[in-house]
């Protein structure tokens, strides 16, 4: 996977309100993270599904941060 695309896919993470990435399952979630790396740049099915299993593993990590952001008085 090449560096680009992993800042673009953490860009969207950040980006994305906390409380969506909390509220939608695991699927919802994936797919909603990966349909808006798609619209950036589009991605061929084996980008697809490198970057989905990428986030699968990442799933704790994503759910953390976006904690961290809503416990954080802005």
């Keep these: 996977m090449n560096p680009s695309l992993l800042r673009q896919l953490w ?4 980006a994305t309100q906390a409380n969506s990435l909390l509220n939608l399952d695991d699927a919802h979630l994936v797919q909603s ?8 740049q589009p991605l061929n099915s084996e980008e697809k599904t490198l ?3 990428y986030l699968y593993s990442r799933l704790n ?14």
């Design 11 to 14: 860009a969207i993470v950040e």
């Design 33 to 40: 993270i990966l349909g808006q790396c798609h619209v950036r």
């Design 51 to 53: 970057l989905s299993d």
């Design 61 to 74: 990590l994503i759910r953390d941060l976006a904690s961290d952001r809503l416990a954080v008085p802005v």
